[in-house]
């Protein structure tokens, strides 16, 4: 089983990145998607997931800002992120749970991707 997480990168204050995951050596429209981020010297924290059914749930630091969502045909999931802050900035993780529903719980997740750096600043 295989995480490709793409799509971040270098971004001014107010701008926008679009996150994908890729999956592969396994079928997504079984598991749960979730993405995480992590600050330097901070702990692995829960940013958004997506259930099987498509249920979405979001930090209450991103409410509003970020969408999450998946494309079963593609093997895929996403997070659209708006309105970045500099406090955005951290290494974004995506994983998969096998559980039907989601949580923000690391512990719940068993396939994580590598990270892809997201960096918000002027």
């Known amino acids: 089983v295989q995480l490709q997480a793409s799509g971040g990168g270098l971004v001014q204050p107010g701008g926008s990145l679009r996150l994908s995951c890729a999956a592969s050596g396994l079928t997504l429209d079984y598991y749960a998607i979730g993405w995480f981020h992590q600050a330097p010297g901070k702990e692995r924290e829960g940013v958004s997931c997506i259930s099987s059914s498509g249920r979405t749930y979001y930090a209450d630091s991103v409410k509003g800002r970020f969408t999450i969502s998946r494309d079963n045909a593609k093997n895929t999931g996403y997070l659209q992120m708006n309105s970045l802050k500099p406090e955005d900035t951290a290494v974004y993780y995506c994983?998969?749970?096998?559980?039907?529903?989601?949580?923000?719980?690391?512990?719940?997740?068993?396939?994580w991707g590598q990270g892809t750096q997201v960096t918000v600043s002027s």
């Open positions: 994983a998969t749970s096998p559980k039907p529903s989601c949580r923000l719980d690391v512990r719940t997740y068993d396939f």
